[in-house]
Structure formats: structure tokens, C-alpha cells
């Protein structure tokens, strides 16, 4: 399975600001997503990063707040903009192989705390 | 709308028991089923998945499907204190993404 290396792991951020969170794969893939966990919750995606075209954002989330980046098959960048402590969560890169009973693995995540 | 509900829990067993974990999902076009253990503070790791009706074997892992009846299980035979965790059940209707029910919380008391 493909090595994901997600970074910052953690970080504590004034509210207002904004975070930018890197996500590097040791293989290409076509498809990154990108998802949230917030406290006691389970997971929710927030968006797909095809390499080449805009990100495709779910129900709720829109690209002002969640801006994505996806320059080549191996890397993405996700940054959380203006941030409030609704923000809060644990952020995860994850890639999937091709075919429809390929798993999901998951970068290490970004554990965010917005004060 | 694509759901997935799991019991949330806690779910307590002694060592050495097998524990049982639920799963129904909504979209009758789900076509793979894939079950993560998750421990706290860590990103959720892959156990093993099924996409055929019956039972699928892994260890001390057996994923049981029942497409007509839209519900998976994970039973864990012998239960280890390392084994408690929380389990996420997730449905996918393609090669996109995986959606997630919330978990349920294992607790294996030694």
C-alpha cells in the first residue's frame, strides 16, 4: 500500500488564521481525498483532488474556506482559511488504488486546535 | 443519501471473548464494504474488506456479509486488551470515495 506522509501532524492556531496542510504519496495516484474528524465523530470527506482539474467539494464544504492544491500525481496541499474553533479537528490525506474494492489508506493526520 | 450506521457503543468484552460489531448501510448500490480500526489519536488503519455475500477470514478477523439484508459484521475471536479500539464500518458504491458510519468503541477488559 502507498506510504502517506502528512504534515504538520499537529498545530495550534489563533483563530482568523489560516493552515496549510501538505500531504506527500511515495506512488502516483489519481484521486487524493481529503477528510475531517472531528472530536467523537467519524469521518466526513471534504473533497477529491484530481490532479489537473479543480477539487470536487462535498455538501458543505467550499473551496474559499478549504482551498486545495494538487500540482502533481504525488502531493496536495489542503489549508483551512479563516479559522474559527468550530475548526477544530483532526484533518487526514488518504489515497485509494483503482478498482471498486480498493481501500482507503490514510496519512497520519493533522491534529488542529484553533484557539 | 448515502448512510452507514454502526452502534456506537461502548462495547465491553473480557479477553479471550469474541466480540461482535455491526454494521448496516442504506444505498443498495454499495458494492464493497471495508472495516478500520482506529486508536485514539491515530489515523484509521485498515483491517480487511468483503464484497461477495458470506463470510471472509482473516486471522482472528471474519467479515460477514448479507447484501439482501444490507448489514455487515466483524466478529474478533479471542479479544486482546490490544484490540480495544474504535472500529469504523464504511460502504463504497464505486472506485470514489469510502463513506464512514461513527464508529463503535471496544474496550477488551484483561
Known amino acids: 500500500s502507498a506510504v502517506i506522509s502528512q504534515k504538520p501532524s499537529r498545530d495550534i492556531c489563533q483563530r482568523g488564521t489560516s493552515l496549510t496542510i501538505q500531504c506527500q504519496v511515495d506512488s502516483q495516484v489519481t484521486m487524493m481525498f481529503w477528510y475531517r474528524q472531528q472530536p467523537g465523530q467519524s469521518l466526513t470527506l471534504i473533497a477529491t483532488a484530481n490532479q489537473g482539474s479543480e477539487a470536487t467539494y462535498e455538501s458543505g464544504f467550499v473551496i474559499d474556506k478549504f482551498p486545495i492544491s494538487r500540482p502533481n500525481l504525488t502531493f496536495s496541499t489542503l489549508t483551512v482559511s479563516n479559522m474559527s474553533p468550530e475548526d477544530s479537528s483532526i484533518y487526514l490525506c488518504?489515497?485509494?488504488?483503482?478498482?471498486?474494492?480498493?481501500?482507503?489508506?490514510f496519512g497520519n493526520g493533522t491534529r488542529l486546535t484553533v484557539t | 443519501q448515502k448512510e452507514v450506521e454502526q452502534n456506537s457503543g461502548p462495547l465491553s468484552v473480557p479477553e479471550g471473548a469474541i466480540a461482535s460489531l455491526n454494521c448496516t448501510y442504506s444505498d443498495r448500490g454499495s458494492q464493497s464494504f471495508f472495516w478500520y480500526r482506529q486508536y485514539s489519536g491515530k489515523s484509521p488503519e485498515l483491517i480487511m474488506f468483503?464484497?461477495?455475500?458470506g463470510d471472509k477470514e482473516d486471522g482472528r478477523f471474519t467479515a460477514q456479509l448479507n447484501k439482501a439484508s444490507q448489514y455487515v459484521s466483524l466478529l474478533i475471536r479471542d479479544s486482546q486488551p490490544s484490540d480495544s479500539a474504535t472500529y469504523l464500518c464504511a460502504a463504497s458504491t464505486g472506485a470514489n470515495n469510502l463513506f464512514f458510519g461513527t464508529g463503535t468503541r471496544l474496550t477488551v477488559i484483561p
Open positions: 488518504s489515497v485509494r488504488g483503482t478498482g471498486f474494492n480498493s481501500p482507503l489508506h
Open positions: 468483503i464484497y461477495s455475500n
